[in-house]
């Protein structure tokens, strides 16, 4: 795949659905275990107001996602 990494498309698509729902983008990308872990910290955060920051972690970690070569 020629359009991978930072700036490409996937990885912008990645990043918009990891803002609405953190680790669908990680989850888009095939990373399963991050997407897990994002996911539910997210939930967990929400409990003391702090989800925003998961929110914003999965969606510059998408956007910035370079897959192994």
Do not use: Y
Request: hydrophobic share 60%; net charge positive; charged share 10%.
């Amino acid at each position: 795949m020629t359009d991978a990494g930072q700036g490409s498309t996937g990885n912008v698509i990645a990043a918009l659905c990891s803002f609405f729902i953190p680790g669908l983008g990680q989850l888009i990308q095939g990373r399963m275990a991050k997407a897990a872990v994002m996911f539910v910290l997210n939930i967990a955060l929400w409990f003391i107001m702090l989800g925003w920051i998961i929110m914003i972690w999965s969606t510059v970690d998408a956007a910035m996602f370079k897959p192994k070569e």
